[in-house]
């Protein structure tokens, strides 16, 4: 258990390469390649003064999550890519809070709204363009059918079940 006033230690991460270390006589390894290691420091305290009697250390092989990571951030840079660059314009917002995720290159043209100067924003900023104010559109129709569009779309039907 940590004392009060206690420094929290982070979690910290560093690459480990096998063969670097066995190049260069470091350590005996059989081991080959790269892992990537997490691990924790944390303080050991005497219960009778309270200064550190040593730290516990505990580390943990980080490799599978930081790899599924890269191969997330890969795949999700290559879809940003596809979207920005689709020939009709087109946006996207998160479900919760309506905040705008995407923005392509179509979008840009249509509006004059560059998506750096759009993207992360919400409370119906993506409507501005279009209407001249923040309003329902719509998406918000679709994502929440509560939603009333004061007969603006007056011809939407709905399938059996909403």
Known sequence: ???PGDAVTPPLECRF???RVRSRDLLPTTRTGIIHVGGVVS???SPDDGDP???LIQVHDVTGRVLAEGALRESHDRLAGIVRHLPDAMFAIDRGGGVVTAWNLAMEELTGIT????LGKG???YTLPFYGKRTA????KVLNPDVALRNRYRFITYAEGG
């Open 17 to 19: 390469d096998f063969d």
């Open 137 to 140: 559109m719509l998406v918000d």
């Open 115 to 118: 998506a750096e100067e759009i």
């Open 123 to 125: 409370d119906h900023e």
């Open 53 to 55: 009697d040593g730290c």
């Open 1 to 3: 258990m940590q004392a």
């Open 43 to 45: 303080p050991l305290r």
